[in-house]
């Protein structure tokens, strides 16, 4: 009696395509190239509100500002704001040399998941892995070029992309933002206990409006209360990089597409203190080797 015909194999689905890797490992979790990119560093917090997204492009200006080539992956893809605050929209384009991410009016390259939705206000609904997928794409995929700096804007959270930023992509290190309330700093040393067990380097702490200049004396008072950053920095072993005040002209140039034309104190210490935490950690690096 003849064999019954085998099964017609179902057609592939799309793929996107591969994310560039090095060394002999091909699997999920093998360590992508590094490229033309000099230093790659994440900015998070674990938690939400905190302003980790503006810290994030206030340093990338401020970096920009200095004549070095910046750019910005923004890895928040269920809310991205690096968009917003810089100004720049999609959609994206590929020219045969990855995608082109945009530029912002300040000179930053930036891909975010917002370029790839029509309306500013239409959600991205995705499950993990789809999520962590894009990320890959947004660091292997994208035609960065050559770039001193690349800072990696991380979602809230210790799940999937913070994971997926953490095992596959060449952190130089990480810096993580905080509000002064216990709360925040809760959440936070989460994330640094995420960043510490999978062995990325801890480069230093912001205080993120901690500080309001008073409008009837001009004296600075906390808001919130006292800070208790520095303790924690202290008890980390990591620098206190900066302690960013409240000021409402953020937001006003946030919101206008325009945060490359803040300047302040506050952002010349932060990208001071920024430049030379990267450059300890290159030095220990080497000093290992």
């Given at each position: 009696?003849p064999?019954?015909?085998?099964?017609s194999p179902?057609?592939p689905g799309?793929t996107a395509?591969p994310?560039?890797?090095?060394?002999p490992?091909?699997g999920?979790?093998?360590?992508m190239?590094?490229?033309?990119?000099r230093h790659?560093v994440?900015i998070?917090?674990?938690?939400?509100?905190?302003?980790?997204?503006?810290?994030?492009?206030?340093?990338?200006?401020?970096?920009r500002r200095?004549?070095l080539?910046v750019?910005?992956?923004?890895?928040?893809?269920?809310?991205p704001?690096?968009?917003?605050?810089l100004?720049?929209a999609?959609?994206?384009y590929?020219?045969?040399?990855g995608?082109?991410?945009?530029?912002s009016?300040?000179?930053v390259?930036?891909?975010?998941?917002?370029?790839l939705?029509?309306?500013d206000q239409t959600p991205?609904i995705?499950?993990?892995?789809?999520?962590?997928?894009l990320?890959q794409?947004?660091f292997?995929g994208?035609?960065?070029?050559?770039l001193?700096y690349?800072?990696?804007?991380?979602?809230?959270?210790?799940?999937d992309?913070?994971?997926?930023?953490?095992?596959t992509?060449p952190l130089?290190g990480?810096?993580f933002v905080?509000?002064?309330q216990?709360?925040?700093a809760?959440?936070?040393?989460?994330?640094?206990?995420?960043?510490r067990?999978?062995?990325?380097?801890?480069l230093?702490?912001?205080?993120?409006m901690g500080?309001?200049?008073?409008?009837?004396?001009?004296r600075p008072v906390?808001p919130f209360?006292?800070?208790?950053?520095?303790r924690?920095?202290?008890?980390?072993?990591v620098?206190?990089?900066?302690r960013?005040p409240?000021?409402?002209?953020?937001?006003v140039l946030?919101d206008?597409g325009?945060?490359?034309?803040?300047?302040?104190p506050?952002v010349t210490?932060?990208?001071?203190?920024?430049?030379a935490?990267v450059?300890?950690?290159e030095?220990?690096?080497l000093t290992?080797?």
């Amino acid at each position: 009696m003849p064999e019954p015909p085998a099964p017609s194999p179902e057609p592939p689905g799309p793929t996107a395509p591969p994310a560039r890797r090095t060394g002999p490992a091909a699997g999920p979790l093998a360590r992508m190239d590094k490229g033309r990119l000099r230093h790659v560093v994440a900015i998070g917090s674990g938690k939400g509100g905190v302003g980790k997204s503006s810290v994030t492009v206030l340093l990338a200006s401020e970096l920009r500002r200095r004549g070095l080539l910046v750019g910005v992956l923004d890895a928040d893809v269920t809310g991205p704001s690096v968009p917003k605050l810089l100004g720049v929209a999609g959609p994206l384009y590929d020219q045969g040399e990855g995608i082109e991410p945009a530029r912002s009016a300040g000179g930053v390259v930036v891909i975010s998941s917002q370029f790839l939705v029509e309306e500013d206000q239409t959600p991205v609904i995705w499950r993990g892995p789809l999520v962590t997928r894009l990320i890959q794409q947004f660091f292997g995929g994208v035609n960065w070029g050559a770039l001193d700096y690349l800072l990696i804007d991380m979602p809230p959270g210790t799940s999937d992309v913070p994971l997926t930023v953490f095992q596959t992509i060449p952190l130089d290190g990480m810096v993580f933002v905080f509000t002064p309330q216990e709360l925040s700093a809760l959440i936070v040393r989460k994330a640094m206990n995420m960043a510490r067990d999978l062995h990325v380097p801890l480069l230093g702490v912001v205080e993120n409006m901690g500080l309001l200049d008073c409008p009837h004396c001009g004296r600075p008072v906390e808001p919130f209360g006292p800070s208790g950053v520095a303790r924690i920095a202290e008890e980390y072993g990591v620098p206190l990089l900066a302690r960013m005040p409240i000021d409402p002209r953020i937001s006003v140039l946030g919101d206008a597409g325009r945060i490359h034309e803040y300047t302040a104190p506050s952002v010349t210490a932060l990208g001071d203190a920024f430049l030379a935490a990267v450059g300890r950690g290159e030095e220990a690096r080497l000093t290992v080797l």
